[in-house]
């Protein structure tokens, strides 16, 4: 402590040298402590118990914590008991650290050691740390009892104070260093085994407790006295208060991948030592930590730290960052050159936040005519526009502070009262406008202050922008856009829509004005025409307060539902008409702001400063967002199959790729899954998919498991996404093959050894036939006769069981193609046949056609879920046998699959289509009667069209080519999102047979070469 300063400062540069070159892709040691977010776990949250000894990554991913009442595992969304079948016998819950070793994963408990191969110990030792060499040899660190080794043959050397091997029985923590040399710190302080038993560290006597060692091979040691760095077992230096630190009683240390230094105090800070300086993760009033007892990092590269006494925390790099001005009322910001920003606040003056993060005040104290100021702009000049509520403008140049009215040569009988909004045009004219009364625009240039009215009347201007010709946009409140002829002094109303309420006005750097409105988004106008981006499009909020565009051409929007931004590709391939929706991302409290409404109304209202960084007021004061270093939604999460569970009762784990057979008989199969990816785990979604039994992939959400009931047997492959919600491009997958094993009737071998049993009692009976007496010959012919009407009768219940869905009793698909489908071809044919050249017009009413209706339930996942499966299933039943009794018996009904229905009116008036859909729909409205329960209103989405599709060129499309076109009448009445119904009719032009297979794929392609056309019924 009492080397000369000059040394001391030299260490310091050299440390900060190291750490500068050291590790990659941990939280980044450039950036200040306030940058980061944190977010902390509890017993009210998951943990067991708020004392987190350790934390600990296992090789699956899972992160694991150490406390008093067992270790628990966690996946990003929910705790679980680590190993807890480990624990059923262990005299103590009480864990204290945890390791990966070649016997496993070990736990350190005040009772021993817990692992499937767990070193035998004496009774009751109580086990602080343990760590393992290259070797094999575990070293033990216990509370009472010295240090244990136990080596790879099973025997234990004892090193405590009683021997001589070392100082002291109280052993607070292990280290091994690259060459294998082993550290204890104890009551004592610090020790090193030197083969023989452990020597003590000159200079490092204090209680010692956590250590790490760097990528440079230093040591560190937290001590109650400070932390100590030791270099080749000597004590190199102690930092105390005298270097930065607030505390000297540290209680734990950790050397991240990036060469930073996280410290624990006994006081709950936590530090960071980087550039040989010390920084403390600020504070929160409803975080009160206790002492921080172990740190760790995760794959990701995120800080974690457990407590003495409130359980867990993660740090995360934010992607907003809460800057140093607090109000809530702020109205405007700007920046000087000096790199300041500048905040317009309501009843607290001006608030300046200064490039080292100082903020300061300008207020009536020091001249300002009013607290509450209502605009702050900088001009090109470094002047500071300052408008303020009734008392007009003021503005700030040199240290000073000056009325508008002591800087102008020229002054008007009317001013500017309050004023909402400064504007320098291109010709260097400052603009105010005050948006709270019927004032004139004014301009300042050269000491000349002038006004200028509009339009006769009342008028309030809200905003002003100037394109690249020099043209300036000016937005009023009621009376929407003008434009502005710097020549002719003139203001001419600019053609836009009327019915909107503006918001602001900007022009981006391809020169097209954008306007932001209050309630129906915003609209962008192109050379011929003017966009409309809202909700229904994608964009995140119709009230949108301001707009910017940042460095890379990204769009910023801050409105009262939180930040948003939109890449400029993806906006330039929404107006080219490449994508029918906006992709965005969506910035809130999670990202670390303090609250997610954003302030407007004064201009400016957002603000992108100099070093491309954007800043927005909200209603708990400014945040800034750095666009090129958005880490918070960076990477790909991945995927893990973690089990399934059948029948709500047996759990069974499973293996990514692998293969599970399902038991015969198993009615529900829940599939769970997770995502090991923790620095946003509120934004990982899922998709999954039942390949054989869902036709697309289904969004999960945030939910991490999925349940299937009643599937046929058959092998089918379960796949799930993961995904993160600002990316969805970018995913991880993983699947698993499920065999749904079949009962022994339902076996194709079962079938035919039964085939081959009645024929050998049909052959047996022959024989027998020949062998009796003539007299008996005819009861012989009648036993035969009734043996082959039972065989007939067991073939057609063994093909019915084949060709019939077996819940509903409907024929299913594979009845519709092998029995049904060669009639409906030979109809085909003959009615193409038959056609003549002078009766092939349109259909008359009267026409027979047969009818092709797809019919599909809505809601019934939310009926499932709401009253069960067994209830789903029933209900699915009745819906089955109305549309049973609703057709002839000639006519065909078919279960399609999941809640979708076919049903084929054979021989039917074309007039007649139409109306038996809406005859199906009115009975789905009334409710489905189900036994012993109320009728269900079910809402149906029904498409259909008639076979022969066309009347002219009738074998232009086949059977399967006639259920496509219902197929795509469905779909258009399912992708509008409510219940419809939608006939598929003939356009004027009959497709060529090469076309077909084209616009059967691409149902727009197929409209608009008129091949046929889609309409409401």
Same mark, same amino acid.
């Given at each position: 402590m009492s080397r000369h300063f000059c040394v001391k400062r030299g260490l310091l540069t050299f440390i900060a040298v190291i750490f500068a070159y050291s590790g990659c892709f941990a939280l980044d040691p450039a950036l200040k402590m306030n940058r980061f977010t944190t977010e902390c776990f509890n017993s009210a949250g998951g943990l067991p118990q708020n004392t987190v000894a350790d934390i600990?990554?296992?090789?699956?991913?899972?992160?694991?914590?150490?406390?008093?009442?067992?270790?628990?595992?966690?996946?990003?969304?929910?705790?679980?008991?680590?190993?807890?079948? !480990?624990?059923?016998?262990s005299a103590s819950r009480n864990v204290l650290k945890i390791i990966s070793s070649v016997?496993?994963?070990?736990?350190?408990?005040?009772?021993?050691?817990?692992?499937?191969?767990?070193? /035998?110990?004496?009774? %009751?030792?109580?086990? @602080?740390?343990?760590?393992?060499e290259k070797n094999g040899n575990i070293w033990v660190a216990t509370y009472s009892s010295g240090i244990i080794r136990i080596s790879t043959d099973g025997k234990q050397t004892l090193f405590d104070k009683a021997n001589g091997r070392i100082n002291s029985d109280v052993i607070t923590d292990l280290a091994v260093d690259g060459k294998d040399r082993i550290f204890a710190t104890t009551l004592e302080g610090l020790s090193y085994f030197n083969g023989e038993k452990f020597v003590p560290v000159d200079g490092v006597y204090a209680f010692s407790y956590r250590m790490t060692i760097d990528s440079s091979g230093w040591l560190w040691v937290a001590t109650e006295r400070g932390l100590a760095l030791v270099k080749e077992m000597k004590l190199d230096y102690i930092y105390t208060k005298e270097d930065g630190l607030r505390s000297e009683s540290l209680r734990s240390v950790y050397s991240d991948s990036k060469g930073s230094l996280w410290i624990g105090s006994e006081k709950g800070e936590l530090i960071r030592f980087t550039n040989g300086k010390f920084s403390y993760l600020p504070s929160k009033t409803d975080l009160q930590l206790g002492a921080i007892i172990s740190i760790s990092e995760d794959r990701?590269?995120?800080?974690?730290?457990?407590?003495?006494?409130?359980?867990?925390?993660?740090v995360r790099e934010g992607s907003v960052f809460q800057a140093g001005i607090n109000s809530g009322n702020i109205r405007s910001i700007t920046e000087t050159s000096d790199g300041a920003i500048w905040a317009a606040t309501f009843g607290e003056g001006i608030k300046i936040l200064g490039k080292d993060e100082t903020v300061t005040s300008l207020t009536s104290a020091q001249g300002l005519r009013n607290d509450s100021a209502t605009s702050v702009f900088a001009d090109r000049e470094n002047r500071i526009w300052i408008g303020t509520r009734r008392s007009g403008v003021q503005v700030?140049? @040199?240290?000073?502070?000056?009325?508008?009215?002591?800087?102008a040569k020229s002054f008007s009988e009317v001013n500017p009262v309050s004023p909402t909004l400064f504007f320098q045009d291109s010709r260097n004219n400052i603009w105010i406008a005050d948006r709270h009364s019927n004032r004139p625009l004014f301009t300042w240039k050269d000491g000349v202050l002038r006004s200028f009215k509009i339009k006769e009347g009342e008028i309030s201007v809200l905003d002003i922008a100037e394109n690249r010709s020099g043209t300036l946009f000016i937005a009023t409140m009621k009376d929407g856009l003008f434009t502005f002829d710097s020549v002719k002094e003139e203001f001419t109303p600019f053609e836009f829509r009327k019915d909107i309420k503006i918001s602001s006005i900007f022009i981006d750097r391809a020169d097209r004005l954008w306007v932001s409105t209050q309630s129906k988004g915003i609209f962008i106008k192109l050379e011929n025409d003017i966009v409309e981006l809202n909700e229904s499009n994608g964009f995140y909020s119709n009230t949108v307060h301001d707009i910017v565009q940042d460095d890379s051409g990204s769009f910023w929007f801050s409105t009262n539902k939180g930040i948003f931004t939109v890449a400029e590709n993806d906006l330039n391939e929404f107006l080219s008409g490449k994508k029918d929706r906006i992709s965005i991302k969506v910035f809130r409290e999670e990202d670390g702001m303090k609250a997610g409404e954003c302030n407007g109304g004064s201009q400016p209202s957002i603000l992108k400063a100099s070093d491309g960084t954007v800043w927005f007021p909200t209603i708990n004061g400014i945040v800034t967002i750095d666009p090129g270093k958005m880490t918070g939604t960076a990477g790909t999460p991945p995927v893990t199959l973690t089990g399934a569970l059948l029948d709500n009762t047996k759990y069974i784990d499973l293996k990514p790729d692998g293969n599970f057979a399902v038991p015969a008989g198993t009615k529900s199969v829940e599939i769970f899954f997770t995502s090991l990816y923790f620095t946003r785990p509120d934004k990982v979604n899922f998709d999954y998919m039942l390949a054989g039994f869902d036709n697309e992939w289904n969004n999960g959400g945030n939910k991490r498991s999925v349940k299937y009931t009643n599937i046929s047997p058959g092998n089918?492959?379960?796949?799930? $996404? /993961?995904?993160?919600?600002?990316?969805?491009?970018?995913?991880?997958?993983?699947?698993?093959?499920?065999?749904?094993?079949?009962?022994?009737?339902q076996d194709f071998r079962f079938r035919a050894l039964a085939g081959i049993i009645l024929l050998l009692i049909i052959l047996t009976a022959y024989h027998l036939k020949i062998r009796l007496h003539k007299l008996r010959e005819k009861e012989l012919q009648e036993v035969v006769r009734q043996r082959t009407e039972e065989l007939v009768k067991t073939n057609e219940k063994l093909r019915e069981s084949i060709l019939k869905d077996p819940m509903t009793g409907l024929c299913n698909r594979r009845y519709l193609f092998e029995i049904e489908k060669p009639r409906y071809e030979r109809m085909l044919f003959a009615a193409a046949k038959n056609a003549k050249d002078d009766d092939q017009g349109d259909f008359t009413p009267e026409t027979k056609v047969t009818g092709l209706f797809l019919i599909d339930i809505g809601g019934l996942k939310k009926i499932n879920e709401k009253?069960?499966? %067994?209830?789903?299933? $029933? !209900?699915?039943?009745?819906?089955?046998?109305? !549309? $049973? @009794?609703?057709? $002839?018996k000639d006519d065909l009904v078919v279960r399609w699959g999941g809640d979708e229905f076919l049903v084929l009116l054979n021989t039917t008036k074309y007039d007649h289509l139409p109306v038996y859909a809406k005859k199906i729909e009115e009975i789905a409205q009334k409710g489905i009667e189900i036994t012993g329960e109320e009728p269900v209103k079910l809402s149906l989405s029904i498409g259909f069209s008639a076979m022969p599709f066309y009347s002219r060129g009738l074998n232009a499309l086949n059977f399967e080519e006639s259920l496509l076109m219902s197929d795509m009448a469905l779909f258009k009445a399912l992708s509008e999102g409510t219940a419809k119904i939608k006939q598929a009719l003939p356009g004027n032009e009959i497709p060529a047979k090469e076309e077909i297979a084209t616009f059967m794929k691409d149902i727009d392609s197929g409209i608009k070469k008129g091949f046929f056309r889609i309409e409401d019924i």
């Open positions: 600990f990554q296992d090789s699956d991913g899972y992160i694991h914590f150490a406390t008093q009442e067992g270790a628990v595992k966690y996946d990003g969304k929910k705790f679980s008991p680590s190993d807890p079948a !480990l624990f059923e016998g016997n496993g994963i070990l736990y350190a408990t005040s009772s021993g050691i817990v692992s499937k191969n767990a070193p /035998s110990l004496p009774a %009751d030792t109580y086990v @602080n740390d343990i760590i393992t990701e590269k995120n800080i974690w730290f457990g407590t003495e006494v409130t359980g867990a925390c993660i700030f140049q @040199n240290g000073k502070l000056s009325d508008l009215d002591s800087l089918y492959m379960f796949s799930v $996404r /993961s995904y993160l919600s600002d990316t969805p491009e970018k995913f991880s997958e993983s699947s698993v093959t499920l065999d749904y094993r079949p009962f022994f009737y009253k069960g499966y %067994d209830f789903g299933d $029933r !209900l699915l039943t009745a819906f089955a046998e109305t !549309l $049973r @009794n609703s057709v $002839r």
